[in-house]
């Protein structure tokens, strides 16, 4: 019997956005619509966060069927922790993003150890919007940056500007994955992006995650397999 291909989505544990006063956490359509992607697949579908029990949420719609039934299916009380899951049990990681991510998801050692542990067993690394935080300190065991030479598209500093963040965020992501060596790929405020470069796949901005998760759908041959 062929193993179900199993995929984590990676969600933030933290709830401020900085010193505004106002609340963060993970983008809901940016975990939900992945979500729904990996389970018409045929996928066996996980959560993990930095901090375990519920993470915090944003940007949610109350109208959205999709994100009402990722709500409703998932045990978001007790996701896990990174350090207590074996990374030979999964063939990808999609990292969702939200500005909460900005302030853990970098830092986060076993984390970024489970990620690349993953990659380097041929899985697909994935991330959308600000997810690609992760990425930022993501060595790979020869003690090269995943993104140093690679492809990618992430939230850019436009966009940052546009929700007026700039000075709130930690730092710019755009920035910081240049700075690893990545070749970022802008695209218009808010318009889909996604960039793939081998098994990593990541896009820009909240309209880019369903397609970036059928893109890490396409990199399975064992997509539906039971």
């Known amino acids: 019997m062929v193993r179900m291909t199993r995929v984590l989505i990676a969600l933030t544990s933290h709830s401020e ?28 579908v996980e959560l993990v966060s930095v901090a375990g029990g519920r993470p915090p949420h944003d940007g949610l719609d109350e109208d959205d069927p999709i ?49 690349a542990a993953i990659y380097e067993r041929g899985g697909v690394v994935a991330a959308v919007c600000h997810g690609p935080s992760a990425l930022v300190n993501l060595k790979l065991s020869d003690g090269s940056y995943l993104v140093d030479g690679k492809n990618v598209a992430g939230f850019t500093n436009a966009e940052e500007a546009a929700v007026g963040l700039t000075d709130v965020v930690p730092f710019l992501l755009a920035d910081a994955l240049t700075a690893r060596g990545a070749v970022h790929h802008p695209a218009a405020n808010f318009a889909p992006q996604v960039v ?31």
């Open 17 to 44: 956005l900085g010193g505004t006063g106002r609340r963060t956490g993970f983008y809901v359509s940016e975990a939900a619509e992945p979500w729904a992607v990996f389970q018409e697949a045929g996928f066996d």
């Open 196 to 226: 793939t470069d081998g098994r990593l796949v990541t896009g820009q901005n909240p309209q880019s995650a369903t397609l970036v998760a059928q893109a890490v759908v396409a990199q399975s041959p064992r997509a539906g397999s039971k």
């Open 67 to 115: 994100q009402q039934k990722f709500l409703a299916s998932v045990d978001l009380d007790h996701t896990p922790t990174a350090a207590t899951l074996d990374p030979t049990s999964y063939d990808a990681i999609f990292f969702a993003g939200g500005h909460g991510t900005m302030w853990d998801f970098p830092d986060d050692k076993a984390l970024a150890s489970l990620a």
